[in-house]
């Protein structure tokens, strides 16, 4: 099934916004913490639709192409009259603290949000999105490196998925997919 859905995934188009309801179940419920300090839940406060993500704030693997990715996505259907708040969930908590999350994502774009907590109320999202991390080795000059997920999931304003964006795709093409579901969001 990971397989197939994958490849459905990959060959995702804005087109696709007119097909049925995702054929798999995914996201849920959350309760975490920003990085100002706040709780936040899977709703965004301000009525946007979410761009979400799962990863870390100083990754230089898969985050360093997802993190820009997501504020170029964010700038691009901003400029089409359409809000969507970029959110990032952490993998690596022990990092990426209430402190330290927001002036790295920060550099990515100006309303990133980033979301940590304790390993339990982590382990809730992971599981709503079905995110396994693990580390898979340490670098002496970053530290442990982690594999994460890659796909960044498009939620409603109420924390409802919407779709998955490949991360495969242009910025252009990845704007238009969430464009096309996120419309009637803002």
């Known amino acids: 099934m990971r397989y197939s859905l994958l490849a459905a995934l990959l060959c995702a188009s804005p087109a696709l916004a007119d097909q049925p309801p995702l054929p798999f179940n995914l996201g849920g419920a959350f309760e975490l913490t920003d990085q100002s300090g706040a709780q936040r839940t899977q709703v965004d406060p301000a009525g946007n639709a979410q761009l979400l993500f799962f990863g870390y704030a100083n990754c230089r693997e898969i985050c360093s192409a997802a993190l820009p990715l997501m504020a ?31 002036p790295a994502l920060k550099q990515h774009h100006s309303d990133f949000i980033g979301l940590t907590g304790t390993p339990d109320q982590l382990q809730v999202a992971y599981d709503a999105y079905q995110i396994e991390t693990e580390e898979v080795f340490f670098d002496p000059e970053y530290g442990p490196v982690y594999a994460h997920g890659s796909f960044l999931y498009l939620l409603d304003a109420d924390g409802q998925l919407l779709t998955l964006v490949p991360p495969v795709v242009s910025p252009e093409a990845a704007a238009g997919i969430v464009a096309k579901y996120a419309s009637g969001q803002s």
């Open 72 to 102: 170029q996505i964010a700038d691009a259907v901003a400029a089409q009259g359409i809000a969507v708040t970029p959110v990032m969930i952490t993998v690596d908590p022990a990092r990426d603290t209430v402190a330290a999350m927001g």
